[in-house]
């Protein structure tokens, strides 16, 4: 099986359970709820919870087990994702060659959705330690690196480094850093909990983590790349977003060809970290495809 039928599959394996923890639309708040579900229905890769599951997977476990957390994960992924494109954010009007939320449903409307979908990944997991479907204090673990990689020390943290340093011209350090959070720390996150799901040792926590970071790192990367040379058709949102809206990104910092050259750098770092685990082929190729990605 290749890298995008594995792909498509653990993202079947999401769509079908993610379908089960939205609520019936059929009450008062169903506007809020359709909104939800718009954005989480709006395609993608569903790498994240592939992650997720995959490194349960190469630790012994079996991917099912981890499907709760990589539910968790894409819930909490596009909250972020509607957020970044309202108006007081990134101000985008397309999201994967859709509307974005807030122009299918109005700000307030996206806005809460966003709110639910960053609540609810928290309920998500903790009901499968109190069921038992992942150990009790591996859920509550996994929920502790959930709030820390998301919150301040993490995605939200990012977030705001990302609007402070609008129409500025941060260091390469500072925004290399920026990216960690904003964009490597959810997906540090994914892996290091499919880790903890299986009942892994810290060093192959450790290693699946930075893994994580370091493919993150190159994704970034690579969306600064995308925004100058890629077609909107393609990409599926706006290009040339980040310059209109005074984004001083690593490659307006060191140029395409040093960028490009840094991407294979981090994908060729994050491989090294995959000696700690066996059967890797997937996430070795998983690694060379989101470098070598047009969209």
């Not at 894409?74 to 509307?99: A, Y």
């Not at 970034?220 to 925004?227: G, H």
Request: negative net charge; hydrophobic residues 40%.
């Amino acid at each position: 099986m290749n890298v995008n039928e594995k792909l498509r599959e653990y993202a079947q394996m999401t769509e079908e359970a993610l379908g089960k923890y939205i609520p019936s639309t059929d009450c008062p708040q169903k506007s809020v709820i359709e909104a939800a579900r718009y954005s989480l229905s709006a395609g993608g890769k569903r790498l994240r919870p592939a992650l997720v599951m995959e490194f349960c997977r190469v630790c012994g476990g079996e991917p099912e087990t981890a499907l709760p957390v990589a539910c968790a994960i894409e819930m909490m992924h596009t909250f972020s994702l509607i957020h970044d494109d309202l108006p007081c954010m990134d101000n985008d009007d397309l999201r994967r060659g859709k509307p974005s939320c807030h122009k299918a449903f109005g700000e307030a409307t996206a806005l809460l959705a966003g709110d639910a979908l960053a609540i609810m990944p928290f309920e998500i997991i903790a009901k499968a330690g109190m069921e038992q479907t992942i150990e009790p204090v591996y859920a509550l673990k996994i929920i502790q690196l959930l709030a820390q990689l998301a919150g301040f020390e993490g995605m939200i943290g990012g977030q705001t480094l990302d609007l402070e340093y609008e129409n500025k011209q941060p260091s390469v350090s500072e925004i290399l850093e920026m990216y960690r959070m904003k964009t490597g720390a959810l997906l540090e996150f994914c892996c290091k909990a499919g880790c903890i799901a299986a009942g892994a040792d810290e060093s192959k926590q450790d290693a699946a983590g930075k893994f994580g970071r370091s493919i993150g790192l190159a994704f970034q990367i690579t969306d600064d790349i995308l925004d100058i040379t890629a077609d909107e058709k393609t990409l599926g949102k706006p290009i040339g977003s980040d310059k209109e809206n005074g984004k001083y990104t690593y490659v307006s910092a060191v140029g395409i060809d040093e960028a490009r050259e840094r991407v294979r750098q981090l994908t060729a770092e994050a491989k090294e970290f995959l000696t700690e685990f066996s059967e890797t082929e997937f996430l070795n190729e998983l690694a060379n495809m989101l470098a070598e990605r047009s969209n």
